[in-house]
């Protein structure tokens, strides 16, 4: 272990999303697509564009895996005398070759990392251009098909057109010890300083370290960055780097700019309902904003680099990160698999080494998981690939640490290791998650917890609370059971002085090959929101945690039908970060609650009330917040499912499943399929619970938005009973 990971570490990073160009011109519009497999059927497409966007959920089919084309007539117009022309691809997915008419001028292997292409030699004027995507399996590349995500393919990020001067450099690195800065000497530069509240600390040129006096830190709470202007010869280049020190105190908490912080982390996938892999800035803006408003504070972006974009938002928004390369799961491969790995890592730092936000890097993930190249686990050989990978990391940037999940052979070569831990989901109980973080927490000298959690369907509720001391409910996949499963696990954190933080499983729900049969058909449902970016019920929990702003959620917002008998009592839970909260039922106080952290569930916001047969209004009050829902409380009982009932109301059709009497089976997970005849549109492959035509019922329940242009025809069925089908006219523009 290097010996100046006991001290504190004052880096600099720089925002810059590519190679400085000194003209830098989007070209996401005017392109043509083609699948191989369909190569005559040229469609118009804007990028970023993904051809998974929709297959990747499709319940009826394994996701396309081979070429695609695109091409485009780019009209250079390099303002520059012998100025360079540069082609930026900033991902595209897995391979990728570049023609101009028919001279091939670029490849890559990757599909997360930012690269160019010189197309110099072509002059001003129209070009034709010509961009081959390949995401074939080849087991001699990362990521592994065995990884638990979908290896896109596509132009799935921007594509950009770059104009240098004649005599250009790629890129500027400046490194800060201390509050001494220097700006990469190997040139010579002017650089002007600007700090965050607008003032000019520096003016002159690069030629020795530069002090800062005075520095503003960069912080969570407070990311303030300083600006770097640079001038070489004719380039003009603007950076944005921050200052702040952090330290992973041995078998003890994390802390940054000497203050112990608490990691409250999550992870994300580059992942969208109906674009996949090809998400818009706004959406990516928007999904960030939403993990800083639960209150995070940390991320881990798994298990690959991701959109620059991604890390200047976490730089401005202020979330520090473990990125990591997609050396994920699979074993170990050949020269050529091991050259990509480094290559990956290399382009990772050396693109990403700037954002103030980073402060881990990740080699690899699960990386102690057989299959592609035998049953047996080739511990010496994976051992020696992660060796040379944190050689190379540190070398590259001695200023961070290294650091992977889940290969327990290895946790002796990075400097801060997560084992696998999931309590009440996989393994043991929750009950048993601070006994387990304990001892991990002794045996590695610097432990994060990556990975915590479980499966949720949205919209699926359970009544009779839940004892979670009975352990794993991995069949119920209720957010009933879900939410207290956070709750636990959030309560013990709070209450563990020695503990650096943890990041749970994962944000948004997203698309994998490798789990076709879970309730929405090839999703990985553990986020706390859905993958089209719709909260469930849980990311209120993190909120409760998590945030200072006062927030008011009762839990049951998505619950519309309760059970039970009649007078029984039932569990109301309100997440809270308010001091105080009265509930109401029917207009009836049921008195007010103090927040209390360790009374279990809801920090004491948790009430046993009556209902009555038929609608309930609950209202929740806190000193400055109000929240209310109304449901409906069923007593009758119910048969077997013999019907369904299909409804339509603001663009959504619902299939409810009944008895023969036409009583709702509110605990029935049938499997509903939806089919649409008819001019209109079904949202049927986006893997959300409302934009899948085969969906398990949640609550005897199921429902998929539908577009009218015309006359169409609804049919919903249950799988598994063909003979239970009902249809639903709807006239156009309803």
């Known amino acids: 272990m290097q010996t100046f990971?006991?001290?504190?570490?004052?880096?600099?990073?720089?925002?810059?999303?590519?190679?400085?160009?000194?003209?830098?011109?989007?070209?996401?519009?005017?392109?043509?697509?083609?699948?191989?497999?369909?190569?005559?059927?040229?469609?118009?497409?804007?990028?970023?564009?993904?051809?998974?966007?929709?297959?990747?959920?499709?319940?009826d089919a394994k996701y396309y895996q081979g070429t695609g084309w695109y091409r485009t007539s780019l009209r250079i117009e390099n303002p520059y005398p012998e100025g360079h022309t540069l082609l930026e691809f900033e991902g595209a997915g897995q391979k990728t070759e570049v023609y101009v008419d028919t001279t091939l001028v670029g490849t890559h292997v990757g599909g997360y990392d930012r690269w160019t292409v010189d197309i110099t030699r072509f002059g001003n004027g129209p070009i034709p251009v010509v961009v081959r995507c390949d995401n074939s399996r080849d087991v001699q590349m990362i990521p592994s098909n065995l990884s638990d995500f979908c290896l896109y393919g596509g132009l799935y990020r921007h594509v950009n057109l770059l104009y240098m001067p004649k005599d250009y450099i790629e890129d500027v690195c400046i490194d800060v010890w201390g509050n001494r800065i220097t700006v990469d000497q190997q040139y010579p530069l002017q650089v002007e300083i600007i700090a965050p509240d607008g003032k000019r600390v520096y003016r002159g040129d690069n030629r020795k370290p530069i002090t800062i006096k005075h520095p503003m830190l960069w912080d969570v709470d407070a990311p303030q960055c300083y600006t770097a202007r640079i001038r070489y010869g004719e380039q003009r280049i603007e950076k944005r780097f921050g200052l702040r020190t952090f330290e992973f105190k041995e078998h003890g908490p994390f802390y940054l700019n000497g203050r112990r912080l608490l990691l409250n982390g999550t992870h994300r996938h580059e992942d969208h309902a109906g674009v996949g892999a090809a998400m818009t800035d706004e959406q990516i803006r928007r999904e960030?904003?939403?993990?800083?408003?639960?209150?995070?504070?940390?991320?881990?972006?798994?298990?690959?680099?991701?959109?620059?974009?991604?890390?200047?938002?976490?730089?401005?928004?202020?979330?520090?990160?473990?990125?990591?390369?997609?050396w994920c799961r699979g074993g170990v491969g050949g020269e050529r698999y091991q050259a990509q790995a480094h290559r990956m890592l290399r382009n990772m730092i050396n693109q990403h080494r700037h954002h103030p936000s980073v402060i881990l890097w990740g080699l690899g993930n699960e990386n102690d998981w057989p299959g592609d190249f035998g049953n047996k686990v080739d511990t010496l050989g994976i051992r020696t690939l992660m060796t040379s990978l944190n050689t190379l990391a540190h070398q590259l940037d001695p200023h961070r640490m290294t650091t992977i999940r889940r290969c327990d052979f290895c946790a002796d070569i990075v400097d801060v290791y997560s084992p696998s831990i999931w309590a009440g989901w996989y393994a043991r109980k929750s009950t048993d998650y601070r006994e387990m973080e304990q001892a991990a927490i002794k045996r590695f000298p610097r432990f994060l917890h990556a990975e915590w959690g479980g499966d949720s369907h949205a919209c699926r509720h359970a009544e009779g609370g839940?004892?979670?001391?009975?352990?794993?409910?991995?069949?119920?996949?209720?957010?009933?059971?879900?939410?207290?499963?956070?709750?636990?696990?959030?309560?013990?954190?709070?209450?563990?002085?020695?503990?650096?933080?943890?990041?749970?499983?994962?944000?948004?729900?997203?698309?994998?090959?490798?789990?076709?049969?879970?309730?929405?058909?090839?999703?990985?449902?553990?986020?706390?929101?859905?993958?089209?970016?719709?909260?469930?019920?849980?990311?209120?929990?993190?909120?409760?945690?998590?945030?200072?702003?006062?927030?008011?959620?009762?839990?049951?917002?998505?619950?519309?039908?309760?059970?039970?008998?009649?007078?029984?009592?039932?569990?109301?839970?309100?997440?809270?970060?308010?001091?105080?909260?009265?509930?109401?039922?029917?207009?009836?106080?049921?008195?007010?609650?103090?927040?209390?952290?360790?009374?279990?569930?809801?920090?004491?916001?948790?009430?046993?009330?009556?209902?009555?047969?038929?609608?309930?209004?609950?209202?929740?009050?806190?000193?400055?917040?109000?929240?209310?829902?109304?449901?409906?409380?069923?007593?009758?009982?119910?048969?077997?499912?013999?019907?369904?009932?299909?409804?339509?109301?603001?663009?959504?059709?619902?299939?409810?499943?009944?008895?023969?009497?036409?009583?709702?089976?509110?605990?029935?997970?049938?499997?509903?399929?939806?089919?649409?005849?008819?001019?209109?549109?079904?949202?049927?492959?986006?893997?959300?619970?409302?934009?899948?035509?085969?969906?398990?019922?949640?609550?005897?329940?199921?429902?998929?938005?539908?577009?009218?242009?015309?006359?169409?025809?609804?049919?919903?069925?249950?799988?598994?009973?063909?003979?239970?089908?009902?249809?639903?006219?709807?006239?156009?523009?309803?």
Not at 23 to 50: I, Y
Not at 553 to 561: A, C, F, N, R
């Open 288 to 326: 960030m904003q939403q993990i800083k408003d639960m209150g995070a504070n940390f991320i881990r972006l798994g298990h690959y680099q991701q959109n620059d974009l991604v890390l200047q938002l976490c730089d401005s928004l202020g979330l520090l990160v473990w990125e990591e390369i997609p």
């Open 466 to 734: 839940f004892d979670i001391e009975a352990g794993d409910r991995n069949g119920d996949w209720s957010e009933s059971y879900i939410v207290r499963l956070f709750d636990w696990h959030l309560k013990e954190q709070a209450q563990m002085d020695n503990l650096t933080g943890s990041a749970f499983w994962t944000f948004k729900d997203f698309c994998t090959p490798l789990r076709p049969n879970n309730p929405i058909p090839y999703v990985n449902q553990k986020g706390v929101c859905q993958r089209d970016g719709t909260p469930k019920e849980s990311y209120y929990v993190f909120q409760s945690y998590w945030t200072d702003k006062p927030m008011l959620h009762i839990y049951g917002h998505t619950w519309p039908i309760r059970w039970g008998n009649e007078g029984e009592q039932k569990e109301v839970l309100v997440y809270s970060n308010e001091p105080e909260v009265e509930l109401f039922v029917n207009g009836v106080s049921y008195g007010k609650k103090q927040r209390c952290l360790t009374d279990y569930p809801a920090q004491g916001f948790h009430w046993q009330v009556p209902f009555v047969a038929g609608e309930n209004h609950i209202r929740a009050v806190s000193p400055h917040l109000t929240d209310e829902i109304t449901c409906e409380y069923q007593t009758e009982k119910w048969g077997a499912p013999a019907q369904i009932k299909l409804s339509y109301r603001n663009g959504l059709v619902t299939a409810l499943i009944c008895d023969q009497a036409g009583t709702p089976c509110l605990d029935s997970k049938d499997w509903i399929e939806f089919s649409l005849i008819g001019d209109g549109f079904m949202h049927q492959d986006e893997g959300s619970n409302t934009g899948s035509s085969r969906i398990q019922a949640a609550n005897g329940r199921a429902s998929i938005r539908i577009d009218l242009t015309g006359k169409v025809i609804v049919l919903a069925r249950l799988s598994l009973m063909p003979s239970i089908v009902k249809q639903l006219v709807l006239p156009s523009k309803r």
């Open 5 to 59: 990971f006991s001290r504190f570490i004052l880096t600099a990073c720089v925002l810059a999303s590519s190679a400085s160009a000194q003209v830098k011109l989007r070209v996401d519009t005017g392109w043509l697509f083609a699948r191989q497999d369909a190569a005559n059927e040229w469609q118009h497409v804007t990028l970023p564009h993904c051809y998974n966007a929709l297959d990747g959920v499709n319940p």
